[in-house]
């Protein structure tokens, strides 16, 4: 499994950005796991913040981001997406999203030690 994020760049506070994950490898639509996104700012921890099952798009959110971020998939296009709105300079991270081979309800998926796989990071700025 291949993963490769993108869409990050730089939005003033109060904007929006998609991110969009890319899957290869596997197929989506038929995947036995869950895609979850993470961010880690300079200095800080790995932060865990959505995931959804490939099996039946179940979705699940920290705390920090519920009612900002939402995470969806496209199996036409083998690509998870991070949607956020109303990003706040506190959300400037690099971005990363992971899969595990696993369904959401048999794993810790906010465990970052849980996911077998990594993409690459995209760099997230919010400023004015």
């Known amino acids: 499994v291949q993963l490769q994020a993108s869409g990050g760049g730089l939005v003033q506070p109060g904007g929006s950005l998609r991110l969009s994950c890319t899957v290869s490898?596997?197929?989506?639509?038929?995947?036995?796991?869950?895609i979850g996104w993470f961010r880690q700012a300079p200095g800080t921890e790995r932060e865990w913040l959505s995931c959804?099952?490939?099996?039946?798009?179940?979705?699940y959110y920290a705390d920090s981001v519920k009612g900002r971020f939402t995470i969806s998939r496209d199996n036409a296009k083998n690509t998870v997406y991070l949607q956020m709105n109303g990003l706040k300079p506190e959300d400037t991270a690099v971005y990363y999203c992971?899969?595990?081979?696993?369904?959401?309800?048999?794993?810790?998926?906010?465990?970052?030690?849980?996911?077998?796989?990594w993409g690459q990071g995209t760099q997230v700025t919010v400023s004015s």
């Open positions: 992971a899969a595990i081979e696993e369904t959401p309800d048999g794993v810790e998926f906010a465990d970052e030690g849980e996911y077998d796989y």
């Open positions: 959804i099952s490939a099996v039946d798009s179940s979705t």
């Open positions: 490898g596997v197929t989506l639509s038929s995947y036995y796991g869950t």
